[in-house]
């Protein structure tokens, strides 16, 4: 049985104070979604803060973006070994944002997903295509090529302790989110991916739905035997909203 997992991509969102306040909210609320992991992902800065309050606690935490690299002359990175100092037990590669903004290559991604697995930090690997991706009816090549860089490099046995995301680009931020038949066709898709390379992988491997999730429609899409779970930008914000989100995959 997987174990659902609703993680909060709060991207560059937030101030001490307002963090605050959102791990109140979320520590509080969360023994009662407890049949459902919740996960935490903050900007880096506040990365001591959000251990500090959730150390002891069952929600984890991690970050938004990790660098290749372990040390050195990489200005303005992150590596690996600094998010082991803060109990990091998972962090996000590949997200959209990293590969539209910042240029991750598929290479690049799966360099950063070797970097984590190896320090024991469990990697969620972002996955998704554009609108004209979807609308040129690519969507499958695409999200094939993303986890192909990763399977080609790692291995399917790397996918035992990570994550996937399955984030369709259209949807992130857009408040349009993909129908539940829409994301569970991705979703089964990415599994039969897994499967033909080792069946007991695919069936523990976790791939979680993002892209404008929120209360209202979560039902629908954790309800669909593929969605193991949700990867939450706004509405991970409000904590009465993320915790409305996991009770529904409860
Ligand atoms: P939204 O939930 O804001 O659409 O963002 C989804 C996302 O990108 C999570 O990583």
């Not at 049985?1 to 104070?17: I, P, T, Y």
Request: glycine content about 12%; charged content about 20%.
């Amino acid at each position: 049985m997987r174990r659902k997992l609703v993680a909060g991509n709060w991207k560059m969102n937030g101030s001490a104070e307002s963090i605050r306040g959102l791990l109140q909210g979320i520590r509080e609320g969360a023994p009662a979604v407890a049949a459902v992991e919740l996960a935490v992902f903050p900007p880096f800065v506040y990365l001591g803060l959000v251990e500090q309050q959730l150390s002891g606690t069952a929600v984890a935490w991690g970050t938004q973006n990790l660098s290749e690299h372990a040390s050195g002359a990489y200005t303005g990175e992150i590596a690996g070994p600094m998010l082991q100092d803060f109990h990091c037990q998972y962090v996000i590669v590949g997200h959209s944002e990293r590969r539209t903004f910042y240029g991750e290559s598929d290479q690049i991604v799966a360099r950063k997903f070797a970097a984590a697995r190896k320090l024991g930090i469990k990697p969620i690997l972002c996955v998704g295509e554009t609108l004209e991706e979807r609308e040129k009816g690519v969507t499958e090549a695409v999200v094939e090529r993303q986890l192909k860089a990763v399977l080609d490099s790692e291995g399917v046995g790397a996918f035992t302790d990570a994550v996937i995301a399955y984030e369709p680009v259209w949807a992130i931020g857009t408040g349009k989110t993909a129908t539940s038949a829409q994301a569970q066709e991705v979703h089964a898709f990415i599994r039969r991916q897994l499967a033909a390379l080792d069946s007991a992988v695919a069936a523990q491997t976790r791939i979680l739905y993002g892209g404008s999730m929120k209360a209202a429609n979560a039902g629908e899409l954790l309800a669909m035997p593929d969605i193991d779970g949700g990867l939450i930008g706004g509405a991970s914000l409000e904590a009465k909203e993320f915790l409305a989100i996991a009770k529904a995959g409860c």
